[in-house]
């Protein structure tokens, strides 16, 4: 193929970051399953990543009532 042919890949910063949340997820499985938590650890991953959410989103909540 030519120069011509091949087509610009677009610049990294312009892709929103879609794994980033799943990735986060699955290294904390790893972590609390290397832990021998075993299946638990998804339960308590759900856990901490839902109360994390209920954290920025109070947060944000008390931000935006300034």
Known sequence: TSPVDVQPKPAASTSP?????KAFAVLNA????AAGYGWTST??????LALGGLAIWA??????DR
């Open 30 to 33: 790893e972590w609390l399953s």
């Open 43 to 48: 339960g308590l991953v759900g856990c901490a």
């Open 17 to 21: 970051a879609r794994n980033g949340p």
């Open 59 to 64: 947060v944000s909540w008390k931000v935006g």
